[in-house]
């Protein structure tokens, strides 16, 4: 029993952590977005490939539609990856190398870049000049970031070690 309650907590702690993690990656492109405005080149991938699952399910999108459609299919992930990290790290799977930057990496390589381009949404990496590719590297690894400080710090929370210090690294 106290075991799927640990099961639980640990999906439950990644569900909150993925929930931060995507809302920081939504800043880190508001911030770009007002430091560096561009024009938009077409409907964003996430409202395109949402607008496809909609219709494969028998609706006709709308603009406005595929747009809530789009932001909720990036939030889904951005929670369900966190939800895997927790189950992760129940597993005994550490994910403290780095400080989630691994898993920030591996999302932007296997999911954003390969895997949007695999299912045709995207051009070949290749194809994007380096500072597009940047600045998508850039937001996986804020995410990942946010993702283990949250997995982190709920794990402290959770045994009792919210007063201890933080040790990081770099804070000789």
Same mark, same amino acid.
């Given at each position: 029993?106290?075991?799927?309650?640990?099961?639980?907590?640990?999906?439950?702690?990644?569900?909150?952590?993925g929930v931060a993690a995507t809302a920081a990656m939504d800043g880190y492109w508001a911030v770009l977005a007002h430091l560096k405005p561009e024009k938009p080149s077409g409907e964003p991938v996430t409202n395109r490939l949402a607008g496809d699952l909609l219709r494969r399910a028998g609706w006709h999108p709308s603009a406005p539609?595929?747009?809530?459609?789009?932001?909720?299919?990036?939030?889904?992930?951005?929670?369900?990856?966190?939800?895997?990290?927790? #189950? !992760? *790290?129940?597993? +005994?799977?550490?994910?403290?190398? $780095?400080?989630?930057?691994? /898993? &920030?990496?591996?999302?932007?390589?296997?999911?954003?870049?390969?895997?949007?381009?695999?299912?045709?949404?995207?051009?070949?990496?290749?194809?994007?000049?380096?500072?597009? #590719? !940047? *600045?998508?590297? +850039?937001?996986?690894?804020?995410? $990942?970031?946010?993702?283990? /400080? &949250?997995?982190?710090?709920?794990?402290?929370?959770?045994?009792?070690?919210?007063?201890?210090?933080?040790?990081?690294?770099?804070?000789?």
């Open positions: 029993m106290a075991q799927n309650r640990e099961w639980a907590a640990s999906v439950a702690a990644g569900l909150l952590a539609a595929r747009q809530t459609a789009g932001n909720a299919l990036h939030w889904t992930y951005g929670i369900a990856w966190g939800a895997v990290a927790g #189950l !992760a *790290r129940y597993g +005994g799977v550490r994910l403290d190398a $780095g400080f989630g930057q691994p /898993l &920030g990496a591996a999302l932007e390589l296997g999911g954003d870049q390969y895997g949007l381009y695999a299912l045709g949404y995207a051009r070949h990496p290749r194809e994007y000049p380096a500072g597009t #590719l !940047a *600045r998508s590297f +850039g937001a996986h690894a804020v995410y $990942g970031l946010v993702l283990w /400080l &949250g997995l982190e710090s709920v794990s402290r929370l959770r045994h009792g070690n919210a007063r201890r210090a933080w040790k990081l690294p770099w804070a000789a």
